[in-house]
C-alpha cells in the first residue's frame, strides 16, 4: 500500500510561502494513487508543484471524512471527473456542497457501516466539525 500526504495541516498555512516545499496544505491523503480521502482546493497547489499531473486520471474515487468546506473543494471535484465517472462517498450532511456534474456521482454514507469502495473496505464514523 502507498501512501501519499498531499497536505498535513487542517487550515490554512500564513507562515510559508504557498508554492514552497515548506508550505502545509490542506490535510488529504492519496492511497495508492487510486483514493483521494479529502478532496482539498490544495491538491492541485500539491500535482503542480511537486510536478504529479497524472494522479488527476489516476484517481477512481473520493472520500470525503467530514461535511466541512475544507474537505472538499468544489473545483477539486470537478477537475478530478473530467473524462470518467467519479464516485465520491462523504457524509450525507456533505450534499449540499456537492458540485452537480453528470459524471459525479455522490454516495452518502452511513455512519458505522462497514462501505467497498473500490478494493477498500471503510468503517464510517460519525464527524462532529465544529
Known amino acids: 500500500m502507498k501512501l501519499r500526504f498531499p497536505g498535513t495541516l487542517f487550515g490554512t498555512c500564513a507562515v510559508k510561502k ?7 496544505r490542506q490535510a488529504s491523503l492519496l492511497i495508492d494513487d487510486r483514493l483521494l480521502i479529502d478532496a482539498t482546493a490544495d491538491f492541485s497547489d500539491f500535482t ?14 473520493v472520500l470525503i471524512s467530514a461535511a466541512d468546506p475544507k474537505c472538499l473543494s468544489q473545483e477539486t471535484l470537478t477537475r478530478l ?8 462517498y462523504a457524509p450525507p450532511e456533505a450534499a449540499p456542497m456537492f458540485p452537480m456534474a453528470e459524471n459525479l456521482h455522490f454516495v452518502p454514507l452511513r455512519p458505522f457501516s462497514m462501505t467497498d469502495i473500490l478494493d477498500y473496505k471503510v468503517f464510517a464514523l460519525p464527524t462532529d466539525v465544529a
Request: proline share 3%.
Open 81 to 88: 471527473a473530467r473524462g470518467k465517472e467519479l464516485f465520491v
Open 48 to 61: 503542480d508543484f511537486y510536478g504529479f499531473p497524472d494522479l488527476w486520471g489516476e484517481i477512481g474515487a
Open 18 to 24: 504557498k508554492l514552497s516545499r515548506d508550505f502545509r
